[in-house]
């Protein structure tokens, strides 16, 4: 018999929370939001450090179970509530490029993407190392042409002929260099791509402000 779904998501508007979100709204699972502050660092208050002793979001609670990092918690949705479309079987043709576009979303492009938000944005202006962001930048844009090129092509979904929770991750990406205004000299079909998968109403409720 499927578990029953028990779900608390803890989440911060803007944060890679979106993808967990996103794929819940996607997913038809009921869950319920908590909304952490992050407007401080770290995230939330103490209480937070026994749901993510690292005070990071996102964080999933089923039950009494706690799942971190939002690549894995998609992975123990779909695993758990699954079947979904949202999945990509090992049966299927796409199974493999599904697994590395769902990694390479945050694996792949976090070191880069990070490095440039801290160097033009997060850290005071007296911290930030100009070479550093400049190295940042070339970097986060050769992940760029490589997922244009070898990832989003003219395809409408990045594995198989419909959404899956590697469109989540890498979309998710896009949107961060976009807030972080480093997405607007982006391959032009990424950017479609992009206005496409945020064009579903799963995005504007996880991405929504609160
Ligand atoms: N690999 C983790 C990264 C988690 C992470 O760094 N989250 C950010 C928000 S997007 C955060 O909580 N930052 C606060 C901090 O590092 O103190 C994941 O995918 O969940």
Request: hydrophobic residues 40%; proline residues 7%; glycine residues 6%.
């Amino acid at each position: 018999m499927a578990p029953t779904p028990d779900l608390t998501l803890y989440h911060a508007p803007q944060t890679r929370s979106i993808r967990v979100r996103w794929l819940l709204e996607e997913m038809g699972l009921p869950y319920t939001l908590h909304t952490v502050q992050f407007a401080a660092r770290p995230a939330g208050d103490e209480s937070y450090a026994l749901i993510h002793p690292l005070r990071k979001v996102p964080a999933l609670k089923d039950g009494d179970e706690i799942v971190l990092d939002s690549i894995a918690i998609m992975q123990y949705l779909l695993g758990r509530y699954g079947p979904s479309p949202l999945d990509v079987t090992p049966d299927e043709a796409d199974y493999g490029r599904f697994l590395h576009w769902l990694h390479f979303g945050e694996s792949g492009m976090t070191m880069p993407v990070s490095l440039l938000l801290a160097h033009t944005q997060l850290l005071p202006e007296d911290k930030r190392d100009a070479n550093l962001a400049q190295w940042a930048k070339y970097e986060t844009d050769k992940l760029l042409r490589f997922a244009s090129e070898h990832g989003v092509g003219d395809r409408e979904f990045i594995a198989g002929e419909r959404i899956t929770a590697a469109d989540i991750s890498i979309t998710y990406m896009f949107y961060l260099l976009k807030l972080i205004r480093q997405f607007g000299d982006a391959p032009e079909n990424l950017k479609t791509y992009f206005s496409r998968m945020t064009s579903r109403p799963g995005w504007a409720i996880a991405s929504s402000a609160d």
